[in-house]
């Protein structure tokens, strides 16, 4: 598994950049966790039908941002590129 994750800053030239994160803390109410939790199992089956039919697969569902100076939301997303 491989987890990117997206800065809540542009860097000098006004780009977001991804970075592999290697720990993830969730901090949110017990709702919330629910929320991810069945997303991810959605997730997955909808993963199982993409790579058997060699599909791309591209799932999110958006949180809200708890950070009072963000910029930007917060959304937990499943991916599966195919090679073109």
């Known amino acids: 598994m491989r987890i990117i994750?997206?800065?809540?800053?542009?860097?000098?030239?006004?780009?977001?950049l991804p970075v592999t994160i290697v720990d993830v803390d969730f901090h949110g109410t017990p709702e919330e966790l629910r929320a991810i939790g069945e997303f991810l199992l959605e997730a997955a089956v909808k993963l199982d039908i993409a790579q058997?039919?060699?599909?791309?697969?591209?799932?999110?569902?958006?949180?809200?941002?708890?950070?009072?100076y963000a910029e930007v939301g917060i959304s937990v997303n499943a991916v599966r590129h195919v090679d073109e």
């Open 5 to 16: 994750g997206w800065s809540e800053k542009c860097d000098e030239d006004g780009a977001i």
């Open 52 to 68: 058997a039919r060699n599909l791309p697969l591209h799932v999110g569902i958006d949180l809200g941002n708890s950070n009072p």
